[in-house]
T-cell receptor
Framework: DAGITQSPRHKVTETGTPVTLRCHQTENHRYMYWYRQDPGHGLRLIHYSYGVKDTDKGEVSDGYSVSRSKTEDFLLTLESATSSQTSVYFC?????????FGPGTRLTVT | KQEVTQIPAALSVPEGENLVLNCSFTDSAIYNLQWFRQDPGKGLTSLLLIQSSQREQTSGRLNASLDKSSGRSTLYIAASQPGDSATYLCAARGSNYKLTFGKGTLLTVNP
């Protein structure tokens, strides 16, 4: 385990509300990633970071934004949550070779 | 765009069998390939990582092979046990350090 924590672990929110998920790592890894996992789609990359304040979009970035002000923290924000964003969200960190995953956050948008 | 496919989607075997899980990818220009295990409601645990220059990696009862030219990787599990029951995911890493995942193989090992 690469010392990755995610908070909250579970959240229920209403459509239209903003939501922020936090990923915290203790491994000093350069790269950090946010994925969502949905039945039938597998794991899909939302956004990733290759350094402090350096971020880029993944394949399903619409409706999401990210920020990384410190090496150890990577925040994922849903500006206005929609029911289609109900999912399990995983954070991952990595070096040049491997990725390590956090325990996940189950988000339900009602 | 890289696409990763895993076959079969589900597999049920009796305890003690040797089994093979398959992973194929469309773009052979990969940096490495990683196999993960995911238990229900849990995160992903890395099992094996094969660099593009390697042909195989072994860890205990697990052996993963990589054939870049044909776009294939296999995960071999020897003497399967009920505790091996989980979803197995493969992921190909491109030069941009991003992983592309397959949808996984759900393995059930029956006592």
């Amino acid at each position: 385990d690469a010392g990755i924590t995610q908070s909250p672990r579970h959240k229920v929110t209403e459509t239209g509300t903003p939501v922020t998920l936090r990923c915290h790592q203790t491994e000093n890894h350069r790269y950090m990633y946010w994925y969502r996992q949905d039945p039938g789609h597998g794991l899909r990359l939302i956004h990733y970071s290759y350094g402090v304040k350096d971020t880029d979009k993944g394949e399903v970035s619409d409706g999401y934004s990210v920020s990384r002000s410190k090496t150890e923290d990577f925040l994922l924000t849903l500006e206005s949550a929609t029911s289609s964003q109900t999912s399990v969200y995983f954070c991952a960190t990595g070096d040049a070779y491997e990725q390590y995953f956090g325990p996940g956050t189950r988000l339900t948008v009602t | 765009k890289q696409e990763v496919t895993q076959i079969p989607a589900a597999l049920s075997v009796p305890e003690g069998e040797n089994l093979v899980l398959n992973c194929s990818f469309t773009d052979s220009a990969i940096y490495n390939l990683q196999w993960f295990r995911q238990d229900p409601g849990k995160g992903l645990t890395s099992l094996l990582l094969i660099q593009s220059s390697q042909r195989e990696q072994t860890s205990g009862r697990l052996n993963a092979s990589l054939d870049k030219s044909s776009g294939r990787s296999t995960l071999y599990i020897a003497a399967s046990q009920p505790g091996d029951s989980a979803t197995y995911l493969c992921a190909a890493r491109g030069s941009n350090y991003k992983l592309t995942f397959g949808k996984g193989t759900l393995l059930t090992v029956n006592p």
